[in-house]
């Protein structure tokens, strides 16, 4: 099954990615856990859409919604082909840190910063576009965070802080990913405000708990 794990800069999703996948290997499960982008090596072809995806700012792109939007979904096609699919055809469990939804949650903050666009008829737009993005995951896991508490965290990792325009578009991003909540019965709000990386971890298990093929695939390893 494909687990992905969402959410702002700064919510924990290299951390609880990280963490599921050190749990389910210790269940006997083969786990392939696959970095974002910028920390992984791509394809030759991923790599060159990566290179027109990248415009220095990664929160301003080219300024154009359209193009960040097929870039961003040829860019996940690649990286489903590439590193998703064999692993899931051979039974693998694959974890996604930043999949589908990051496109989605992107692209509809663009939109709805700089469009006033109604979010239903973009969400059903992103999906359209999605639909050549490959599948999404059976279970997105949204790790919730107030929005500036999830920026201070990034900035205090990054070791400098954000501009006031990418702070503004951040804020876009949450509550894009509000939207898409309420939209898509596969991506979960899990609360992490104030919890430590286990207490989080542990509230993302309790999540993926309700999802039945998970539930089964646990119960077959044990």
Avoid: C
């Avoid at 979904?73 to 694959?94: C, K, Q």
């Avoid at 969400?123 to 896991?141: D, E």
Wanted: charged residues 20%; aromatic residues 8%.
């Amino acid at each position: 099954m494909l687990i992905g794990l969402e959410g702002l800069p700064g919510a924990g999703k290299s951390t609880q990615s990280s963490l599921l996948a050190d749990f389910l290997t210790g269940e006997g499960l083969t786990v392939n856990y696959l970095p974002d982008n910028l920390t992984r090596d791509a394809d030759p072809l991923g790599r060159a859409l990566l290179a027109l995806f990248d415009s220095g700012d990664p929160f301003s792109r080219h300024e154009h919604v359209v193009t960040d939007t097929l870039l961003g979904a040829a860019i996940r096609a690649d990286t489903f082909a590439t590193d998703i699919a064999g692993h899931l055809a051979e039974g693998s469990t694959v974890i996604e840190d930043r999949g589908i939804h990051t496109l989605y949650s992107y692209s509809l903050a663009r939109l709805l910063q700089h469009h006033h666009v109604v979010p239903t008829d973009a969400i059903t737009w992103l999906h359209t576009v999605g639909s050549f993005a490959g599948p999404a995951a059976v279970r997105s896991v949204w790790l919730y965070l107030p929005a500036d508490d999830a920026i201070a965290r990034a900035e205090l990792r990054q070791g400098h802080p954000y501009t006031a325009e990418q702070r503004a578009f951040l804020r876009f991003v949450h509550d894009a990913y509000a939207e898409l909540a309420q939209s898509d019965p596969n991506l979960h709000r899990v609360d992490v405000t104030g919890l430590d990386a286990q207490q989080a971890h542990h509230a993302v298990l309790a999540d993926l708990a309700t999802v039945p093929t998970f539930a089964a695939k646990l119960a077959t390893a044990a």
